[in-house]
């Protein structure tokens, strides 16, 4: 992976989730709390009295709903996607 210049403070679990993320075809079991993770580490995450959760990774910003579950959806890893990759962390 190509990244922006924080991705050598990322720790291999930081590294194997954002390669889940851009895995295809999608995964299915990529697990929230190492999505936030990965968030925090590069960005900044936020979480509202409501449950909902501001990350900001550079200049992007995005407003995610927790999955139910403990594992993300599909949706979420194409918006995880885009947001990731329009901050600078691209697939090799």
Do not use: C
């Amino acid at each position: 992976m190509s990244s922006s210049p924080e991705s050598p403070h990322l720790d291999n679990r930081h590294r194997n989730t954002l390669r889940q993320i851009f895995e295809h075809p999608v995964s299915h079991n990529i697990e929230w709390h190492a999505v936030t993770s990965l968030l925090a580490a590069i960005g900044t995450v936020d979480v509202h009295h409501d449950g909902k959760v501001t990350v900001a990774v550079g200049s992007e910003r995005q407003v995610f709903d927790p999955p139910e579950g403990k594992d993300i959806d599909a949706q979420m890893v194409v918006d995880l996607r885009h947001m990731l990759t329009a901050a600078g962390y691209v697939p090799s």
